[in-house]
């Protein structure tokens, strides 16, 4: 039996997929941004600044959980964003996760739009 | 690198090597606080709003929080962020406090000095004998604090344990205070831990507050 203080992997998948439209890079998360996919996503985030690419926008219409973990993460590649000249951009947050990053004030640290085209228009 | 608990027990300390006091006086809950700070960032445990889950029982090698994290991974019942801190305060601070004065003292940052006073009572104090480490967190936190940059997480979990020690007055200047308020306010959030840690302390303080207005003169 499964030890119930431990996430197992089929309950935190998380894929990520990415294309460049108008010089920025969209990546797109679906599934969970927690302790055990985090890390991922930072190194992910962390590839596309070193490649050149600091203006990035995270598509989290699929994404459906965010933990202390992920928010970190979230920070750091804004911080990693800003320190290359371009920023980290969030859309389209389910209600679920979009409560969390509004209690944990998130969404005034960062920019966050409602629709993936209003973040792609912004300046 | 200081763990959490290590760093704020250096800012605990004043120029003598005596503890500061804190806000309502609840110094258990920050370090249980900086513990699970410190095993969020090793990628031990996770939490959100509603609960605190080990993702990793791996020891870290740092006894301190070895301790914590083996408990927390035994632990069946769960949690949430601020179920954890009293549990760990209410169990495990007098440890954390010792070791983490003396890793301080092991890494040549403190020493630790018997006085008497009265000439019978023993004193025990923690001076300091390089101030750099100190220096650098409280320059660390003002350069945060003062500036409109996207913030490291782990500064602002740091943050997140002074201003509920009450110690962001130590650092800064009244106008400083002013100018830093929002984004003191902006980071309180952002570290759910730290966001707990100061919830708890501001409800001793106000538990304390009505305990002496209601008291009898």
């Given at each position: 039996m499964r030890a119930p203080w431990r996430l197992s992997p089929e309950d935190a998948p998380l894929k990520i997929k990415e294309q460049t439209i108008d010089s920025v890079v969209v990546v797109s998360l679906d599934g969970r941004v927690d302790g055990s996919t985090a890390p991922d996503l930072e190194k992910y985030i962390s590839g596309v600044v070193e490649r050149g690419n600091a203006r990035i926008l995270l598509?989290?219409?699929?994404?459906d959980y965010i933990g202390s973990t992920g928010l970190r993460v979230m920070l750091v590649g804004a911080r990693k964003c800003q320190q290359g000249g371009g920023k980290l951009m969030l859309c389209t947050l389910r209600a679920t996760c979009k409560s969390v990053m509004e209690a944990s004030g998130f969404l005034t640290m960062l920019d966050y739009y409602d629709t993936r085209e209003s973040a792609l228009a912004a300046p | 690198m200081l763990t959490f608990a290590e760093e704020i027990m250096l800012l605990m300390l004043d120029d003598d090597g005596v503890f500061l006091p804190t806000r309502g006086g609840a110094v258990e809950y920050i370090l249980a606080g900086a513990v699970l700070m410190d095993l969020a960032f090793a990628n031990r445990i996770d939490n959100d709003l509603e609960q605190l889950t080990c993702l990793d029982a791996t020891p870290t090698g740092n006894p301190i929080l070895d301790q914590a994290l083996a408990h927390i991974a035994n632990t069946v019942e769960t949690k949430d962020t601020r179920g954890w801190i009293e549990t760990l305060a209410g169990q495990e601070t007098t440890e954390i406090r010792q070791q983490a004065l003396a890793r301080l003292i092991e890494h040549g940052i403190l020493e630790s000095q018997d006085k008497k006073f009265l000439w019978v009572f023993r004193a025990r104090r923690y001076p300091t004998i390089d101030g750099r480490v100190e220096r650098e967190v409280r320059l660390r936190i003002a350069d945060v604090l003062l500036s409109n940059d996207i913030p490291d997480p782990r500064d602002v979990a740091m943050i997140c344990l002074v201003d509920a020690c009450g110690f962001l007055r130590d650092i800064f200047s009244a106008r400083e205070i002013e100018r830093a308020a929002p984004r003191v306010e902006q980071f309180r959030k952002m570290d759910l831990i730290g966001h707990e840690v100061g919830s708890v302390i501001a409800e001793i303080e106000r538990s304390v507050m009505m305990a002496m207005a209601i008291s009898p003169h």
């Open positions: 598509d989290c219409s699929k994404m | -």
